[in-house]
């Protein structure tokens, strides 16, 4: 029964992988032709940042949840998988939403002495918006994948393309490929669409959970110090990642504008990250 299981969660992460990448492809497509070059290369740049949020509030507390999770239920302490649930949404929300009242203050000064592009001011201050609800997304599809409950994540992140395609088709017409920021601002406002609707939907799928049978055997100190053991390093592996990929998409376009033969860096590295790249992966 188990290995059946778990044939079926790989088939069905899968086929979810691949037509979540097919929607993405459509969505670059349609937002290429929507913002252009150079508001590609703008939204390439912002993107990093987002990024390293996510790496920051619940890349490593949704792998642990995860597994966490996982060998709980494996034993039958639903209520020790339900304490930590709670406890790294707990984390999860406090880490956000410090991440996000800092990324929307601090947009500015990132902007202009890291970006080095005042343009993304607005985008940044936009996406900081749905941080608290990305987290907390990541972290409740860590549970249910952990409860080998693959559709529900699945699901989730197929929404959330489904909605970033439906905003940028029904955005389409307050783009200006004249003013780069406008359309990138909309394609922001898509993000937080798409991450709204697969945490609802996400939010929804954990309410309709059975409540758990048994009183948890770990105290909340026991369940803080077993999360942090775990997320602290994942997270920290995960934020170098991420620190390095914002760094060099700081740097190409730097690097871009000191050829000649470059009349728009910008533009350039749009059509390099954000058209011909994402065919390569």
């Not at 699945?154 to 920021?181: C, D, K, T, Y």
């Amino acid at each position: 029964m188990e290995k059946k299981q778990i044939m079926q969660g790989a088939l069905l992460l899968s086929a979810s992988n691949l037509l979540s990448r097919l929607l993405g492809f459509f969505y670059r497509i349609t937002m290429t032709k929507a913002i252009g070059a150079e508001g590609m290369g703008l939204y390439q740049l912002m993107m990093p940042i987002y990024a390293l949020s996510w790496s920051l509030t619940s890349a490593g507390l949704t792998t642990t949840l995860s597994h966490l999770t996982a060998r709980e239920m494996a034993l039958g302490q639903t209520g020790n998988a339900k304490r930590i649930l709670r406890l790294s949404l707990l984390l999860s929300l406090c880490l956000s939403t410090l991440v996000a009242i800092g990324l929307f203050v601090l947009a500015p000064v990132l902007s202009v002495h890291v970006l080095q592009d005042e343009r993304a001011i607005r985008p940044l201050q936009i996406v900081s918006c749905c941080i608290p609800m990305m987290a907390l997304g990541s972290c409740m599809r860590g549970y249910f994948y952990g409860l080998q409950k693959h559709a529900v994540p699945a699901a989730s992140q197929l929404l959330e393309q489904l909605v970033r395609l439906g905003a940028i088709f029904s955005l389409s017409a307050a783009f200006s490929l004249a003013l780069p920021e406008k359309a990138v601002c909309a394609a922001a406002v898509g993000i937080v669409l798409g991450e709204t609707a697969s945490f609802l939907l996400t939010l929804f799928c954990l309410k309709m959970q059975p409540v758990a049978k048994r009183s948890p055997r770990f105290s909340w100190h026991q369940s803080l110090w077993l999360i942090l053991s775990m997320a602290v390093p994942l997270s920290a592996t995960r934020v170098f990642g991420s620190l390095l990929h914002t760094a060099e998409n700081i740097l190409i376009p730097q690097r871009l504008a000191l050829f000649p033969q470059s009349t728009n860096a910008l533009a350039d590295f749009g059509r390099l990250t954000g058209m011909a790249m994402p065919l390569g992966v």
